[in-house]
């Protein structure tokens, strides 16, 4: 039997199941740790899908790994080191877990005092800083000694951890965006849930469908909008914008516009909140059942799975002219003053094997990059069918040109303080664009 994350965190699931998901979607289990042979000088386990078994044999030494997350990621990668050190008995990893809000002031403490850890985590917008400050190993030759790990990726896919066509981290898994559906109040007012040749136009006329005010006051929302970074490469893109071109900002682009305009749209006429105004996050309208339509990433599965008393499922985001999906991730990276990097290359290649995916996927909180794992469900459980279909088209070329620049982090801001101007009512979508680029190309892209 496979083995279960905790006692007390199936217990919660179980019951969140048996009583709430309408959905059927079960959430896929650990696996069991192979057996290992004493001193892992023995066969390798039949029941073992890792490449770098061998490779492992004779390693010892101590590693340390720093990476975020909430409970559930910190109890899954838990399971994994475990599971790591009873195969390669020789080796210890000492976990460094830090809440997301500290991880990069403690990263650049640490890279700055020249001990980082020797394994980390870092997201896609900041390859180019650290490869800049020179804290990250080069991997080519890492993925020439574990092949594995990249063939079979999505194509594009290592393109998120590369500067200048050096690979300095690998992306361990990735979420594409998707909208969650409501299906009681689909049901409620008559309406078809949405299939994937659905369009912006359509997904604007259900959100006022869904709205319901009552003694002016809004009771129910056919929408949410995001002010976040997926939520602009998603609208853009779906419109083919070139947001980003020859190495500035160029959200004045009317294409850009159309899709932004979208959201502004929704909001203007009361069918989303506007972000930032909910008490407790927009994730919450849909989790609690104000909101019937609610676009977002896999990590909010687990807390779905568990919270939700109605049925609901994904469907892929609505269509302007075209499709794009943004790429969100978590990079893993060597240090490029490890002294262990042997045993961080193979540990890498662990948890990027079948084995090790199992461990980490096992709540559903992100989605495997290879083409041959993503339909397997017991490495992505349902809700699943959106998840595969946006991996035909996951990846914005302008998202990967802006973050190659380094200055992705300052451009966010930019953008998120000109477009919570536009959601407030305070300016224009074209306002909005117009400052966006002059800021960002004389502050940031001279």
Known sequence: MKRIISILLVAVMVLSMATACGNNAETPKTPDTPETPAGNEGEKPADLNWDGYEASKGLTGTITYMYWGDDYERQMYTELINAYQKLVPGVKIEQMYTPGGDYYTKLQNLGAAKTLPDLFWLSEARVRELANANLM??????LKEYPSISEGMFEGALDYGQVDGTQYCIPKDYTSYVMYINVDMFKEAGLEIPTSDWTMDDYVE???????????RTAQYGTIVNNYRADWVNFMGNFDAAWFKDGKSNLSDPNAIKGLGVQAELINKGYAPVPGTTADGEDRLFIIGQAAMFPSGRWVVPSFLNEIDFEWTAVEMPKGTTRVCPFITANVAISADSQNK????????FQ???TGLGYTLSNGLSVPLYKDLITDKSILADPSEAFIATSEYIGDKEQVEALSTGKWTE??????????????????????????DKKANETLFK
């Open 137 to 142: 190993a080069d991997l080519t030759d890492v």
């Open 206 to 216: 259900l959100a006022g469908q869904l709205t319901k005010v009552e003694n002016n």
């Open 342 to 349: 042997e045993i961080a290359a193979n540990f890498l290649s």
């Open 352 to 354: 990027l094997s079948q």
């Open 411 to 436: 451009y966010n801001t930019i953008i998120f303080a000109e477009l919570s101007l536009v959601y407030d009512g305070t300016q224009t979508i074209e306002q909005a664009a117009a400052n966006i």
